[in-house]
């Protein structure tokens, strides 16, 4: 299998990347500098019907987890976002933005808090580790920070619930909506939230201790199995299935230069709170000001086009009002689909606009609410 890079110690292979290997990975991409499948041996629309009906097996060590622990830590975590985190529970996972100073989006991880003093950032593709250390630093706060040795295995697709269950015992369907639960596998004790990188349900096993041990091949090996009776097949986060879902990427959708209450984000932004974090002057100043834009989709052409590559122009008239950052054919809506930031006069839902092909050509489109139904 040739993945088309050119490899270096500098990207690193996750503990479950042989195992993609062997059941016919046909492309990585790279995240947090560690492998991530992209494609197997179905078409992204073939994957995405199988997604929605059965289950799959991913890889997602690339989701790694910056540890936030000791005396400060709870003081650490609130100060880097805006979301209110004083009734945080432990066993619960949030959704959460990071931001700068300047309200500029550093990542948007899901938080897991596994004690009062201990908490892990399930980050996206930024280097979240160097600037929690840096805050820490700069604060003088006394806490530990690392990645630690965990790797995250998702399990995706309606018939989730029932392959774990058979795996791990009924007590994983008492698990809530991103919540998570310790069970035991192979003499060890491991993480297992409800959550994932989709629509359609799945849980995300939070592997610990399988760089070196064989618990990786253990694990999916275990799971592989048990999938059997459910039509598993190995996948990777779907993009028609993600843009659908209205599931943001950083990197795409959103960089540092974006903040979070123009990336949809507001509800996850708790500006009254009574608490401190970095950043918080400038998105106030934002919200007193207005947002200028805001995270929508866009319906475009009738016609399957190319997959999103470089950002196509979203016009109004002459006047270019958004970007499509990821864009591809959904075969379920006989569209394509794409996510944008558009400009506040022309996101309403149903507003008509044209999309800027490569090719120089311009197709009609529409703009939808998130996510597209």
């Known amino acids: 299998m040739s993945s088309g890079l050119n490899m270096s110690r500098r990207i690193r292979r996750s503990p479950f990347t042989s195992k993609v290997e062997q059941h016919g990975v046909r492309g990585f991409s790279v995240v947090n500098h560690m492998l991530l499948p992209k494609a197997f041996k179905r078409s992204v629309e073939e994957d995405y019907w199988h997604l929605r009906e059965h289950v799959q097996i991913w890889d997602v060590a690339t989701q790694r987890q910056v540890e936030i622990k000791g005396p400060d830590a709870a003081k650490l975590v609130q100060w880097m976002t805006p979301r209110d985190l004083t009734r945080t529970q432990i066993g619960q996972c949030l959704y959460v933005p990071l931001v700068d100073g300047q309200g500029g989006m550093i ?106 041990t064989g618990l990786a091949d253990q694990l999916w090996d275990a799971v592989w199995a048990a999938g059997q009776a459910f039509n598993i097949a190995p996948g990777c986060p779907n993009l028609i299935e993600r843009i659908e879902g209205g599931l943001l990427s950083y990197g795409n959708e959103f960089t540092l230069a974006d903040n979070p209450l123009e990336c949809g984000l507001a509800d996850y932004c708790h500006l009254d709170g009574d608490f401190e974090f970095i950043g918080k002057q400038a998105l106030l100043n934002v919200r007193q000001n207005g947002i200028r834009r805001d995270m929508r989709g866009v319906l475009y052409g009738t016609e399957p086009l190319p997959t999103v590559t470089i950002p196509l122009p979203v016009m109004a008239g002459k006047q270019k009002v958004g970007q499509i950052t990821s864009g591809i054919w959904s075969p379920r809506l006989n569209r394509n689909v794409g996510l944008s930031m558009i400009e506040r006069d022309h996101w309403a839902s149903g507003t008509k606009v044209s999309v800027g092909l490569q090719t120089g050509h311009k197709v009609p489109g529409e703009i939808s609410l998130l996510p597209f139904s």
């Not at 596994?114 to 996206?124: G, K, Q, R, T, Y």
């Not at 297992?192 to 990188?197: F, K, L, T, V």
């Open 107 to 212: 990542n948007d991880p899901v938080l897991l808090k596994l004690a009062e003093d201990h908490f892990w950032f399930s980050i996206a593709d930024s280097d979240v580790l160097l600037w929690a250390t840096g805050l820490a630093e700069g604060k003088g706060f006394n806490v530990d920070i690392c990645e630690p040795d965990v790797a995250p295995l998702a399990i995706q697709g309606p018939k989730a619930e029932d392959l774990l269950a058979n795996l791990f015992g009924d007590d994983i369907r008492a698990i809530g909506f991103f919540k998570f639960a310790w069970v035991d596998f192979a003499g060890t004790q491991q993480l297992i939230a409800r959550s994932g990188y989709s629509r359609q349900g799945g849980f995300e096993i939070y592997l610990r201790g399988g760089s070196a």
